[in-house]
C-alpha cells in the first residue's frame, strides 16, 4: 500500500535533522528531532520534539496509510546505534530542500514588498494628479465666472450704446412690415416711420415692448403707443427697487420670495434696472450669493431714540444686485433660527424698514419705484412721505404688493416712535387706526394708505372673507383707484407640458397626442377603466382642503355622476375622512398631495376645476397651459374669458362661476361637460385660446407690472 507524507515547514532557531525510518508494512513516519553537535556524533542526546508545543517547530508532520500494530513505535527516538544506513544523507537533502524553499519564500517577501512600495508611490502619484486637476478645474471655473462678468459688461455696453436690451429680432422685423402698413393707411407719415426705424435699428426696448403689446390692435392702435417713443428726452428703462423680507432662494419662507426673483428676472430682461434690498439674516443660504462682500462704508440707522450701526453687503442673486442690511443692535434682530413669528417681529422688520429707506438716502439711489411686500416691508410706505420725501427722494414713487391679506400686523400705536413716526399722528381712522381694535395700528393698512398703487398675489375677495378682513374692507374701498388686480407668472421652470419631467409623454398646442397618454396613464393608474378616451376627465386640485369644501365636493360629484364623467379629487391629509364617503365607480380621492401627482392630473384633465383658495390663483394659468379647460371663479384671474358669454365667443378659455355656492359651480361644470362632448370644435378652440396664452413672468405679467410702474410716474 502507497505511503502519504504531508509536510509544512517553518523557519526555527535550531538546526534540524530529519530521519526517514522504514517499518515494515509499508508505514513511513516522520520524526522531527532538535539536536546539539558534538564529539558525539550527530544524532547524540537526541530528544523527540513535541509538536503541539513547541514554539518554533520545524516540521508540522501529517502521515497518512495503512493502520498498522507498531505503527506508534516509528514515533521512537533512535540513539546512535540505532540509526539506519543512508539515513544522515536523506536528512541533509531535505534540510537542503527546506532552505531552497525558505529562499524562494523570502524571494516572494522581498518582491511583495517591492510591489507594495510601487503601489504606494503610484497611490502618490494619482493623489498629486488629482489635486492638480482640482487646481485646474477650479481655475477653469474663476475664468468662466470671470467671462460671464464680462460677457454681462459687454451686454450692458451695448444696452447703453444702443438705449435699451438687445433683444431678438422677429419683433423687430415685423414692426419695420408692420411701419410700411401704417404710412400706407395714413396711421403715420414718412419721417416718423424713419424716426422709428432709426430706433428699431438700434434694438430699442421700449420699441419691442410696446408693440408687442400692441401688435394685435390696429394700426392707428399701434401708432399711438410707439409715437411718444420719438420723445427726445424721453427716459430708457426705469429704476424699481424691491424691499423686502425674503428672495428666493437665499432667503425662502413664502410665495413672496419666488415672486420677487422671477419678476426681477423679467424686469431685467426688458432693459430695467432692478436691485433688492433685504435683511442679512443668520439662517441664509449664502451659497445662493455671488461676488458677496461686505462694504467699508460706516453705516447707521435710527430706532428706539438713539441710532445704531449696520453693516452692508452686497452680492448678487440670480444676477439681480442684492443690498443686505446686517443689524447690529444689540437684541440681534436677525441672528434668529427662522425668518418671521417672533415677538418682537414688529421691532424687526420697522427697524428693517427705517435701515433701509435710510441706506437709499445716503447712498444716493434714485429709484423711480419702490416695491413694498406684506406687513413686514408696508411700514416703508408712511415712513418714506412722512420721513424721507422731503430730503431728496420725492421722485420715487410707492407699489405696495400684498401677497396675503391673513398677516396684518396690530400693535400698539405708541411703537411707531420706535423708528421715528409719530403715533399721535398716525393713529387716526384715514391712516394706520385699525377698523376692528380702534385702540390698535394695523400696519399692513399704513400700506395701503400711503403707497400709491396695490397690487395683490391672491383673490381681492380673500381679503373679506378672512378672519380680520372686514377690517380691511372700508380701506380698501375708500382706495379703490390705487389697486390693481395682476396675477403673477407661471415659472416655466416648473410647469411647462412641453418639458414637465412629471409627465409619462409630454407635448405641445402642436401635438397633443401626449395630453391623451397623460389621460390614459392616470386612468390606469386609479383603475378607471370602464369608458373610452372620449368621455371628459375632470380633476380637481385642493391642497387646503378643509371641511368647509366638502359640499362643493359633493356637488362636484354629483354633477360627474349624471353626466357620466370620471372626476379625480386630490386633497390634503383633511380629505381622509371623507375619501370612503366620496369615491364611487367613477371617482377617485387621492388621500395627500403630492406635486408629481398635481402635474399628471393637470396634464390628464380635460377640465380641472380651480376652487378660490390662497396659493391657488395660478392654477387656471397653469390648466390653460397645459391644455385643460378651466371651471373657474371669475375673480382668479383677469385673464379668463367665459366660454358662455357671447362676448368672448372667439377668445373664450375657461367656464366661469361668479359667486362660491355649490349650485353655481355645478353649474360651471355643466356646462362645460355638455360643450366637451357636444360642440368637439369649440373645444379645440377653448383649448388652442388657452395654451397660445403666454402667462410666464416673462410674457403677459411683466408687461402688466412695466405699465403699473410707467403709470406711477405720471403721479
Known sequence: MSDHVAISVCHCSLEPEVERVSERGGRLAIMAFCYRLDSSGPFANATTLNLSTCRFPCFSVRAFGSSHEDGANSLKPHGKNNVPNGASSDVMKLFNEVQQNMLFLNKQRVDALDDLRKAEMEKETLLAKIKLLETKIETVSLDRDTLKKQLQMLKLRSAKDSGGHLLPSPIFSELLLRLDSMVLTGA???GQASQLKSLILKQDVGVA?????????????????LLPLLNPNRRFGLHITHICAELNPAAISGAVGSFVVNLSSALQKKGNLVDVVLPKYATMDMDAVQDL?????????????QWHANKIWTGLVRSIPVTFIESLHPDGFFLRDKLYDYKDDFERFSYFCRAALEYILKSGKQPDVLHLHDWQTALVAPMFWELYASQGLGGSRILLTCSSFRSQCLQEPEKLGYCGLDPMRLHRHDRLQDAGQPNMVNILKGGIVYSN????????????????????????MAHKNKLLEIMNGVDLALW???????LPSVYSIDNLSGKLACKRHIKKQLGLLNSSDSEPLVGCLMPQASESNFDLIKALLRCS???RAEFVLMGGSKMERFANELEGENARIIRSYDDSTAHLIIAASDILVCLSSEGTTELPLIAMMYGSVPVAKHDMSVSLKDASDSVHEVDANAFIYSSGTAQDLSAALLRAIDCNRNDPEKWKQLIRNGMSRDFSWDGECVQEYISAYASLKQL
Open 188 to 190: 403715420i407719415n414718412r
Open 209 to 225: 415692448n410696446t408693440f408687442s403689446s400692441l401688435r394685435q390692435k390696429s394700426d392707428r392702435d399701434v401708432a399711438s403707443g
Open 293 to 305: 462682500r461686505v462694504t467699508e462704508a460706516n453705516f447707521q440707522s435710527f430706532f428706539g431714540g
Open 453 to 476: 398703487k396695490i397690487t395683490t398675489m391672491a383673490p381681492l375677495s380673500n381679503a373679506f372673507d378672512l378672519e380680520n378682513g372686514q377690517a380691511l374692507q372700508a380701506t380698501i
Open 496 to 502: 411647462d407640458p412641453a418639458t414637465d419631467v412629471n
Open 561 to 563: 355622476s349624471v353626466k
